[in-house]
């Protein structure tokens, strides 16, 4: 029946729209940190080298603990883990913004507690997109992963303005504690939401567990190829989520409050597209979903080339800089649409039930290590030029074109 596959259909499942709410407002919060952490980081202490260096400490040790965090999302459910990690975000953020406040934040200190709230973070990331497929139908599939999706997209809509306009109004410290207490609230809204019964294949050693979790993700082919090409296409976001802010405040002149602005017409796209895709069935269309949108990615980004030198002598001037920077993010966020919904569900098709919390947590960080990679190389290449941190992100959305049509094969051929 038509009506069984309708988006309408996911909310009369058990237990979904309690954790698609708390994943909401998570994932605004998410949005939120990284805006806040580069603003409050540029601000505070000038320098784009410090902010790529926060906004790596901030994501990269939690992807090199994915093998255990999936081992643990296995073998002891996955409620209790998201609300681990919410906590911890709760506490970190609001320690940064209590230390700033009282000006006892040395950039030494804001590293180390950066690179401690990243460790749990990979717990809510691959314990919500490995929960989804255990408590809905296959047939599904499409329609939760474009609510996942845009999950995102809503929360790049909402999540950048409103933690780019707490630090122009209220400072980047108090923009950190709220930020902090959205994920408390994402924590109460958690609480109470049962784990559903699931296969596990176990040792009994969360070490070897954690072991055969890399092999199982290294020997699938689909696996293995999605993470060498969403890795290289991370690289990308990694750059632009640095340059972006540097070209507003010092390029073109403008508020905080503009940079979420220019991110939200990407979350906008975003919404939109994965709306559209996600009606789609994906069933053996999933390579093309994934290769053209990453290809095309390579001119959307090149258009902060011509963003970036608007206000020089003889450039676009800052209106139309501003205008090519909102066309730049906003077909990124569309092209994201299709790609995203790909992603989600091929990975879902192709992965044994009983290893997606590790093959999940192994997948996720191998496809999301090139982003802190692309946020540090930003800040290092942007100390000296913007123009080049962008012409390196342009080259890496060739790259991840080219590894996912060589990789990623067309049909399922999973390795158990």
Not at 93 to 117: E, F, H, K, Q, R
Not at 208 to 223: C, E, S
Not at 325 to 354: C, K, W, Y
Request: proline letters at 5%; a neutral charge.
């Amino acid at each position: 029946m038509v009506s069984d596959r309708s988006y309408r259909a996911l909310l009369a499942i058990h237990r979904l729209p309690r954790s698609l709410l708390a994943m909401q407002i998570a994932r605004v919060a998410q949005s939120m940190v990284g805006v806040a952490l580069v603003l409050f980081t540029l601000l505070e202490y000038n320098s784009p080298l410090l902010a790529g260096a926060v906004t790596f400490l901030s994501v990269f040790p939690g992807l090199l603990v994915a093998p255990i965090a999936g081992a643990l999302l296995d073998r002891h459910g996955r409620v209790r883990l998201i609300l681990l990690d919410y906590v911890v975000a709760l506490a970190s953020l609001v320690l940064l913004g209590v230390l700033a406040l009282a000006d006892l934040l040395p950039p030494a200190l804001l590293l180390v507690i950066a690179t401690v709230s990243s460790l749990t973070s990979i717990l809510s990331h691959t314990g919500l997109r490995s929960l989804f497929p255990l408590i809905v139908p296959e047939h599904l599939w499409e329609r939760v992963n474009a609510i996942d999706s845009n999950g995102y997209v809503v929360a790049t809509i909402l999540g950048p303005p409103i933690a780019a306009s707490a630090v122009a109004f209220l400072g980047g410290p108090t923009a950190l504690i709220l930020v902090g207490l959205s994920f408390g609230i994402a924590a109460v809204a958690m609480i109470g939401v049962p784990d559903p019964p699931s296969t596990n294949t176990t040792t009994g050693s969360l070490l070897l567990d954690a072991w055969h979790g890399v092999q199982y993700t290294w020997r699938n082919r689909t696996l293995r190829g999605l993470g060498f090409s969403i890795s290289a296409l991370n690289i990308a976001g990694g750059v632009w989520t640095i340059v972006v802010p540097i070209i507003v405040l010092e390029r073109l002149g403008l508020s905080e409050a503009v940079v979420g602005v220019v991110f939200a017409i990407s979350g906008v796209a975003g919404m939109v597209s994965s709306l559209l895709f996600g009606r789609l069935d994906t069933r053996g269309r999933e390579w093309r979903m994934l290769v053209w949108p990453m290809l095309a990615m390579a001119p959307a980004v090149a258009l902060l080339l011509p963003a970036s030198l608007a206000a020089a002598p003889g450039g676009l001037g800052v209106s139309v800089g501003l205008v090519v920077l909102g066309l730049s993010l906003g077909i990124m966020g569309a092209l994201n649409g299709p790609l995203d919904i790909a992603l989600f569900t091929v990975r879902q098709r192709r992965t044994e039930t009983a290893w997606m919390g590790r093959a999940f947590a192994v997948s996720m960080a191998f496809n999301f290590v090139g982003f802190p990679v692309g946020a540090a190389l930003a800040g290092i290449v942007a100390e000296s030029s913007v123009e080049a941190a962008v012409v390196v992100a342009v080259v890496a959305c060739v790259i991840a074109a080219t590894l996912a049509a060589t990789m990623i094969p067309k049909s399922d051929e999973r390795t158990a």
